[in-house]
């Protein structure tokens, strides 16, 4: 790991005025309430949700790099330029969105910045594949799957926050990852002539869902990992009990996700029947 405090205070001058530009030019909505009112709420209430944002902060920060790097790949399968520059558009969104979660830490009385491991990770080479191939499969998993799931759980989170400032910023979030979201779908749809003349990549494809949806539910179906009761002060300020971010994972990939990919030919339903539980521990010889 090489961890570094990631800050939100800009450079001053030239470079943070562009970078203003930027976020007025393509912000899909305001900040409607400005401040939070912690007298309210048990202090204890406010300092697990300041831990919450502060997680969500690191988070959306290496995300960036999820998407710069996938940006690159449709590069190399000489996708779409209106692909390329909405790939790095949405990389731009979890910069931005990295700020969105700093200010409300701060606002939650804390210090507006966070450890995140600053290496970026290599994506998925998928060897064997075609340039197309692994720009395909890395959408897919990292749009029609891992952003789907968070679409649904910070609608969620939208509408049973009570408190009006956290509603406002997890709603200011959503605004934007729900382009996040919607791309693959988009992307496989420009993409479906060069699938109808390339049948064995939808095979693949179909292969591929099976591990996809395997290593999915390892990483965001919350399972294992100890619930603990919320109090109705964490509850209104928008922490969701486990129990309900898994029962939102199941339904998002049964209700959305599969459906969504059937459109394209793909046998989603079986890849998700057959997929592997990865969490089980192996059986003894």
Partial sequence: MNERRVAIAGSGGLIEREYRALDDGIRRTEQLVPGFDASVYDPRAVTAVREAWTSR???????????????LQLIEANASLDAKVVMLRMAQDELRH???CGVVVA???????????VEVAPLATHRGCTVEERALRNV?????????????????EVETTRDPFLRDAARRLLADEVLHGQFG??????????????????ASLE???????????????????AERPLSDDELALGLQPRARGRQIFYETIEHAVVPGLERFELDASRAWRE????????SAP
Avoid at 143 to 149: A, D, G
Wanted: charged fraction near 20%; glycine fraction near 6%.
């Fill in 57 to 71: 902060m690191g988070a959306e920060h290496r995300s960036t790099a999820v998407f710069g790097a996938l940006a």
């Fill in 98 to 100: 990295t700020e969105t």
């Fill in 107 to 117: 606002a939650l009385g804390g210090d507006a910045s966070c450890l995140v491991d």
């Fill in 140 to 156: 897919i998993y990292t749009t029609c799957l891992s952003e789907m799931i968070a679409i649904a759980r910070l609608v969620d």
């Fill in 185 to 202: 779908f988009h992307y496989l749809e420009a993409w479906r002539p060069w699938l109808a003349e390339h049948r064995e990549v939808l």
């Fill in 207 to 225: 292969r591929y869902l099976q591990h996809a949806f395997s290593t999915l539910e390892a990483a965001l179906a919350m399972r294992g990992i």
């Fill in 275 to 282: 997929r592997r539980d990865l969490t089980a521990a192996p």
